[in-house]
Every structure is written in structure tokens, then in C-alpha cells.
């Protein structure tokens, strides 16, 4: 008889404890989602593993939603080699097509992750690399450089810079077979980031071959080769405005809350995390920082450069004064190679051909719609591919169970334009 008592409360203590947990589950995970956000829960679930991995640690969570670092190796017809560029680690995807003049396209891809996460081996990183290799004939160099803690600003951009001068110098695409016109810099988030910034840099700089070794091949010997092409999906690109229209709409949608973002540009930059709440404000842009010129902050005006769709009836956020000097404190924010829209048009002119992805649901929409608009004003040839039921990341989601006809659809779309552009 006992037995049986103890087996009934055990079997009622089991139903109780199985719906307080169901409901702190969901109460956990529930986060109120726009109407246009097709997959609600499922995106509920995915920002849910976010913010437990924002505890947790990041790269974990990068594994279990991502997928996990896949080994070098042949998979069906691609070549997948990790080797480094000029002392830069990378992972090379060389498809199987090609062979004796026949010439391929290239393409450096630089992974997201706030410049403290992530890697181009992990689950979808490696996944398109792949596919990309293989079906659209392409030499892939995806690039694993360093992270935050281990570096700040501008060590990643650094490293990218020394392996896209490497990927572009006449050994290695010949090495590889690589068609000089047919070469693009690609990246998503702060890989974005890095990639309008390397696309910037290398077009800044008479690109000098350096042979000390050989008087004969000196400094007059200037390499034509550029990227043809640069893509950027859901680039991070400025950093003195955290209050534009997409910021203040998006501010707490799921996988890149503003507070997240904000705190990835003061780590990467070196400053303090307990600036954040200045410069959600604004502070760090006020009117009396005369470093602030008007004709920089023309730069990232939205009430200008954005059309009334996205404008709505948001407000500027614009300060009078600082009384904290977080521009002296933090030099990175005023820097085009941490904050690409920050260029002048005579940089934007020399720019190549370009492809930006934006999505609705994401703080950093606005930056890459501003982007595009001055691209195209100084003259070059721009591709604004905008999801209206897009969110932030969601390229990454892509395979079964948490994919996203979204992340689908661009995918498809940013390869499309590739296959036509490069
Ligand atoms: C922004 O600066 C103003 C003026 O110095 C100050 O009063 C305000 O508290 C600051 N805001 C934050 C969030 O620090």
C-alpha cells in the first residue's frame, strides 16, 4: 500500500513539475514577434538560445545553432584545404570544374559574429561556402581571423586586409586558377563589417608589390587586380547613431537586441562595456564635438539618405552635450575601416559593383539601405536586395529544423546575383 502511495504522488509530483516547467518554458521563451515574421515560434526559440548563450558563452551557442565545426576534406567534388594566407589562418574551397585555362571565380567570405564569435567552419558558414564553391564555380577562401578577446580593433580588420592582398596577388589566383576580373569580398554582420572595409582599403592604396628581393620588380610594379564585386549581407557599418529608424523599431527583436550590438562595437573597439547606456543615447554623437563635422554626419543622415517607407515617423536622437569626451575615449568611432558608411564619396566613386542585403527586422537595416543610397550616389553600380519579412541572421538559418523560408529565399537570391555579377 505504501508503495502505491509513494508511486501515485510520484506519478502527480511528475505532472506538476512537467507543466511549471512547460510554462516557464514558454514564458522564457516568449517574445512578442511582428506580425510579418513567418516562423514565430521558431524564431522565439532560436532568440531564446541566444540569450541563454549570451550567458553561457557565445561560440556554444554558435555550435548548437549553427551547427558544429565541420573537418577539412572532399566532400562531393569540393576541395575543402585549411591552410593560412600570409600567416592568416583560412579554409579553401576549390570546386571541381576547372583545369587546364579554364578560369574560376573567387570569392573571400567573412563569417558574422560580432567580431568576438563564430567561424567559417561552423554548420551554415561551411554548408554555403560548399555549395557555393560547387555551383557556381568558385574558389572560396573563407577567413578565421582573430577574435575578440584574443584582439580588438583593428586586428581582425588587419588580418583580412593581409589575406585578401594575399587571395589577390597574381601567385595565388593563378595558383588557384582564378579569373583577376571575377574576384568578390563577401561577408554577413560584422563579417559585412570587415568586408566593406577590406573592399575600401584595397582600392585606397596603390597596391605596391613588395619584392625587396628583386630591385628589379620595385615600387613602380603597382597590381591591377581588385575585388570585382563586394556583397554585403546585413553589414554592421556605423557607429554614431544607435537610434535610427531600425535601431528604435528593432531594439529588442530577437538575436541582435540593441543593447547586443551595442556592446559588440565597445568590445571590439576596446572601450568600456559601461558606456553602453551613453551611447544608446547618443551621447558620443552630441552637437558640440566638433570632430563631428556636419558634412561627416551628412554621412549617415537618415532623415535624408532614407526613404519615407523606413522613415516613419521616427525622430533624430541628437544631443546637445557630452560631458564624458566618449569620442576622445573611443577613437574607433570616427575610423572608416570600423565604420565603412563613414567614407567619403571620392572613397564610395572608386568602389566595385555591389550587392547589400536588408532585412526589416533588424537594428542594422537602416545602415545598409544608407549605404546602398551612397554607393549609388557616387556613382556605382548597387543591387539593395530587401526582405520585408526579413530578421537579422537569418541567412544562417537554413537547415532543417530551424530554417527559415526567409534565410531560403535570400540565399538563393545572393547567390543568383553572384552567378549573374561575378
Ligand atoms: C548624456 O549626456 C547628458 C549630458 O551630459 C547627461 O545628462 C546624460 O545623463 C547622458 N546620458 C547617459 C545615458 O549617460
Not at 584545404?81 to 579554364?102: C, K, L, M, N, Q
Not at 589577390?168 to 568578390?184: F, G
Not at 625587396?212 to 557599418?237: G, T, W
Request: hydrophobic share 40%; charged share 20%; with cysteine.
Amino acid at each position: 500500500r505504501s508503495t502505491d502511495l509513494v508511486r501515485n504522488f510520484k506519478r502527480r509530483d511528475a505532472v506538476v513539475v512537467t507543466v511549471l516547467l512547460a510554462a516557464a518554458l514558454s514564458y522564457y521563451i516568449y517574445t512578442p514577434m511582428p506580425d510579418a515574421i513567418q516562423e514565430p515560434w521558431k524564431l522565439m526559440a532560436v532568440d531564446a538560445t541566444f540569450r541563454t548563450g549570451m550567458n553561457l558563452g557565445f561560440d556554444s551557442t554558435m555550435v548548437a545553432l549553427v551547427g558544429s565545426r565541420s573537418p577539412a576534406g572532399v566532400v562531393p567534388g569540393v576541395k575543402i584545404s585549411d591552410i593560412t594566407f600570409a600567416g592568416v589562418p583560412v579554409r579553401v574551397y576549390e570546386p571541381p570544374a576547372g583545369g587546364e585555362g579554364h578560369l574560376r571565380r573567387g570569392l573571400m567570405y567573412l563569417h558574422g559574429g560580432g567580431w568576438a564569435f563564430g567561424s567559417g567552419k561552423m554548420g551554415a558558414y561551411d554548408k554555403v561556402s560548399r555549395v557555393i564553391s560547387d555551383e557556381l564555380n568558385t574558389v572560396v577562401v573563407s577567413v578565421e581571423y582573430r577574435l575578440f578577446p584574443e584582439v580588438l580593433f583593428p586586428e581582425p580588420f588587419l588580418d583580412c586586409v593581409v589575406a585578401a592582398k594575399h587571395f589577390l596577388s597574381p601567385e595565388v589566383l593563378d595558383k588557384y586558377a582564378i579569373d583577376p576580373e571575377r574576384v568578390a569580398v563577401s561577408g554577413d554582420s560584422a563579417g559585412g563589417n570587415l568586408a566593406a572595409a577590406v573592399a575600401q582599403e584595397v582600392l585606397a592604396e596603390p597596391r605596391i608589390l613588395d619584392s625587396c628581393d628583386s630591385p628589379a620588380a620595385n615600387s613602380d610594379e603597382i597590381l591591377s587586380v581588385k575585388f570585382s564585386v563586394q556583397a554585403l549581407i546585413y553589414p554592421v557599418l556605423q557607429a554614431l547613431d544607435f537610434n535610427t529608424p531600425s535601431y528604435v523599431q528593432n531594439r529588442n527583436m530577437a538575436i541582435l537586441p540593441r543593447q547586443v550590438m551595442v556592446q559588440f562595437w565597445l568590445q571590439y573597439l576596446g572601450a568600456d562595456i559601461s558606456l553602453r547606456p551613453q551611447l544608446i543615447a547618443n551621447n558620443h554623437s552630441a552637437l558640440q564635438h566638433s570632430a563631428l563635422t556636419p558634412e561627416l554626419r551628412s554621412r549617415l543622415d537618415w532623415t535624408s539618405l532614407l526613404s519615407q517607407k523606413f522613415k516613419k515617423s521616427y525622430k533624430p536622437v541628437v544631443v546637445e552635450r557630452d560631458s564624458h569626451g566618449l569620442l576622445k575615449k573611443i577613437p574607433g568611432l570616427l575610423d572608416t575601416r570600423s565604420s565603412p558608411l563613414l567614407a567619403g564619396p571620392e572613397v564610395l566613386a572608386k568602389c566595385p559593383r555591389t550587392y547589400i542585403l536588408t532585412c526589416e527586422f533588424d537594428v542594422l537595416r537602416d545602415e545598409g539601405l544608407m549605404y546602398a543610397r551612397r554607393l549609388k550616389d557616387a556613382g556605382v553600380s548597387v543591387t539593395s536586395d530587401y526582405y520585408e519579412d526579413g530578421f537579422h541572421g537569418c541567412l544562417s538559418f537554413i537547415s532543417w529544423p530551424l530554417d527559415f523560408d526567409v534565410g531560403k529565399r535570400a540565399l538563393r537570391s545572393y547567390m543568383t546575383w553572384l552567378q549573374n555579377n561575378l
